[in-house]
């Protein structure tokens, strides 16, 4: 599985940025998708994913502001984040867990920088 991140850019606080991920290859292996992002100087920390089921899970940190969809027929997932704050500034990164007869894996796709300005 292989991922595709775009959508990040600047933006004034307030605003709203909507990140995409597309997935290509054994998409239909994927278990879960999501996202994580990166603060400088910070670990990576997971957002939210969505799993096969769809069901959901959000951080606290961006609970009410941020919102995962997807697009079955695109294999592409968003991040539509709203009322976005400087410390929302980070490189976002999607992942996918994915599994075939060999096991369990994980992919990432190359990070998209979101700037937040005060």
């Known amino acids: 599985v292989q991922l595709q991140a775009s959508g990040g850019g600047l933006v004034q606080a307030g605003g709203s940025v909507r990140l995409s991920c597309a997935a290509s290859?054994?998409?239909?292996?994927?278990?879960?998708i999501g996202w994580y992002r990166q603060a400088p100087g910070k670990q990576r920390r997971e957002l939210v994913a969505v799993s096969t089921s769809g069901g959901t899970n959000y951080a606290d940190s961006v609970s009410g502001r941020f919102t995962i969809s997807r697009d079955n027929a695109k294999n592409t997932v968003y991040l539509q984040m709203n009322s976005l704050k400087p410390e929302d500034t980070a490189v976002y990164y999607c992942?996918?867990?994915?599994?075939?007869?060999?096991?369990?894996?994980?992919?990432w796709g190359r990070g998209t920088l979101v700037t937040v300005s005060s």
């Open positions: 290859g054994s998409t239909f292996s994927i278990n879960a």
């Open positions: 992942n996918a867990d994915w599994s075939d007869y060999r096991g369990v894996f994980s992919s």
